[in-house]
DNA sequence: ACCTCCCTGGCC
DNA sequence: GGCCAGGGAGGT
């Protein structure tokens, strides 16, 4: 992607492009620009480009990104395309429109959800006393400050589950009555859960929405310890698997693996 | 620091 | 026919 130039963009849906003025904004900005870096910050992907404008996506619930030809026929759903300079085509596709693509300048870049995300949950893990520095005084459920991406940035809602399972953490405990050992396990769980997820290639739910850029599922769903495994026995202790809502996130749980204190 | 909203495919 | 899933943004 490095060094390769946007010949034509096209955007053809408004809520895929909301973070701008307009879709012609976006278009123009990037169009006739080349990639200087590629970078993932989070859920974010960042996108620099030789104008100082700055393409950033994210994909929602159930966006994909696909590099196609331009003779390929279109998926459903495909609300950008971005025509190269080696004739081959960047395509977004969007069910749902959870996700977005932004053309921003310095300020706006300043201003967005990127500015607030905390440090990268797998390319910057914290270190035990900084993640409890940042929790320290708050009262809010460790599950939703995972969510949060602000303690750290990269989670979701399945493997903010999945993590709490493997560091013995009930998702209820307030984020500053974390003690030094259950940061430390959060930690290591962090780096356990995503290393595994990275390399099964993600998770692809029964819905198929997610996918890999061909078009393969990923194939984790069979590893997870927790999440969407309501009623079923914990993998670790047999103990049936609890769902709470928290913050009206779906949240799994073992109680015996995950005492609450 | 909290709540509400957005959106559509899949499922009951 | 209606409900559910859930990321981030914006407002209170």
Redesign the pocket.
């Known amino acids: 992607m490095v060094g390769r130039t946007f010949i034509e963009v096209r955007v053809s849906h408004d ?1 895929t492009v909301r ?1 701008n003025a307009s879709r012609a904004e976006v278009a123009n900005r990037l169009s006739g620009r080349t990639v200087q870096d590629v970078r993932r910050h ?3 992907l960042i996108i620099g480009l030789d104008s100082g404008y700055t393409m950033v996506a ?1 994909l ?3 966006g994909r990104f696909s590099i196609a030809q331009p003779s390929q026929t279109k998926s ?2 495909t609300h950008f395309v971005a025509v190269l300079d080696n004739n081959t085509e960047i395509r977004f596709i969007d ?4 996700g ?1 693509i932004a053309a921003y300048d310095e300020d706006e870049v300043s201003s ?3 500015a ?1 995300l905390g440090p990268d949950a797998w390319t910057e893990p914290l270190d035990v006393d900084d993640l409890a520095a940042s929790l320290r ?4 459920p460790i599950k ?1 400050l995972l ?1 949060d ?1 602000g303690p750290m ?1 990269g989670l ?3 493997y ?1 589950d999945e993590v709490l399972h493997l560091a013995h953490v009930h998702p209820l405990t307030a984020g500053g009555d974390l003690n030094h050992h259950q940061v430390g396990a959060l930690l290591e769980a962090v780096r356990v859960v995503l290393g595994a997820a990275i390399d099964a290639g993600g998770t692809t739910l ?3 929405a997610y996918l890999l850029p061909d078009g393969q599922a990923g194939e984790s769903l069979e590893g997870l310890r927790v ?1 969407g495994r309501e009623d079923q026995p914990c993998r670790t202790c047999g103990t049936a698997i609890q769902r709470i ?1 928290v ?4 949240t799994h749980f073992c109680p015996s693996c995950q005492p609450h204190v």
């Open positions: 809520r973070n989070g859920k974010f994210h929602g619930m159930s459903a759903h069910p749902r429109t959870f977005f967005s959800g990127l607030r005084g708050r009262v809010a939703a969510l991406q940035a979701g809602n399945i903010a029964d819905d198929l999440y809502v913050r009206s996130r779906s």
